[in-house]
């Protein structure tokens, strides 16, 4: 790394080896400094935070567990936050979206009391199905009955395909990959 801190010295600091080595001491220190701060600044932010995730889940009132990827804890963590207020589809649809990362449709069935959600974007169970299933249940009317829907891979869309286009994997992979021929 250059030293930074040479450019705001007059000229004739350039040739002394003492400026020098104390400017790159403090050009470190500085370095660590602004790292140190950034880091402190993410811990604000739910989607950079790490060291700060026990202290998000806590104010949430959200059982602590280490013992989950990161990932998974800031989906949950999302979710509460977006989970307040009142109920509709629109937060319904969040609260999934943020557990899934991909797109979901809240389909409403009134007749039946009962709303369905439907994993669009991504193929598969979500990783996270259990948070999802938590959150939804802890904002959803007591009254109203949840399914969830999910896609994958057809038959039709697998027709062209030969065994050699998949041969790596298996049928777990082809079931929940997007397939374009």
């Not at 991909?102 to 009962?114: H, L």
């Amino acid at each position: 790394m250059s030293n930074q801190l040479m450019k705001y010295l007059p000229g004739y600091y350039k040739t002394s080896q003492v400026i020098a080595n104390i400017t790159d001491v403090e050009n470190s220190e500085i370095q660590q400094f602004k790292t140190s701060l950034d880091n402190t600044l993410n811990q604000f932010f739910v989607d950079l935070a790490d060291t700060s995730l026990d202290r998000w889940e806590k104010e949430l009132g959200i059982p602590v567990n280490s013992s989950k990827p990161d990932e998974y804890r800031r989906s949950v963590i999302k979710s509460k936050l977006r989970g307040q207020g009142t109920i509709t589809v629109n937060l319904i649809k969040n609260v999934s979206e943020s557990y899934s990362n991909g797109e979901v449709e809240v389909i409403e069935d009134n007749p039946n009391y009962s709303f369905t959600i439907k994993f669009v974007g991504t193929r598969g169970i979500p990783p996270n199905l259990d948070d999802l299933k938590s959150a939804i249940e802890e904002i959803k009317p007591a009254h109203l009955a949840v399914e969830y829907e999910f896609t994958y891979t057809v038959w039709s869309e697998v027709k062209n395909i030969t065994w050699n286009d998949v041969k790596t994997g298996t049928w777990d992979d082809l079931k929940t990959r997007q397939i374009i021929v």
